[in-house]
């Protein structure tokens, strides 16, 4: 069992940054590849990223590569989201999730409840 809680979030100008960070509880982090997805208003949840169980790989979505970084720190139990350059299309709630890997939200067993991030024009 893992508990996910995410921080970091707020309000932040476009062209600004923003650093998300998951904590997770449970002995068993660090054998998890971790998620993150946002979810705008009205819209489905989307994928961001992924980052493998050790830290070694990481996948983005199109719309953020180059953009936004994933990392995690498994001493500390916790995964992070660099977030540059950012745009008002990047609103949306981000969530992290454990358990998974790829795009697909089924495939992810545990969830946070979720940051507000809002970038303003």
């Known amino acids: 069992q893992v508990q996910l809680v995410e921080s970091g979030g707020g309000l932040v100008q476009a062209g600004g940054s923003l650093r998300l960070s998951c904590a997770a509880s449970?002995?068993?982090?660090?054998?998890?590849?971790m998620g993150w997805f946002r979810q705008a208003p009205g819209k489905e949840r989307d994928w961001v990223g992924t980052?493998?169980?050790?830290?070694?790989?990481?996948y983005y979505a199109d719309s953020v590569k180059g953009r936004f970084t994933i990392s995690r720190d498994n001493a500390k139990n916790t995964v992070f989201l660099q977030m540059n350059s950012l745009k008002p299309e990047d609103t949306a709630v981000y969530y992290c999730?454990?358990?998974?890997?790829?795009?697909?939200?089924?495939?992810?067993?545990?969830w946070g409840q979720g940051t507000q991030v809002t970038v303003s024009s």
């Open positions: 980052v493998s169980w050790s830290g070694g790989t990481t």
């Open positions: 999730a454990a358990g998974g890997y790829g795009s697909s939200i089924s495939r992810y067993n545990y």
């Open positions: 449970g002995r068993t982090f660090s054998s998890y590849n």
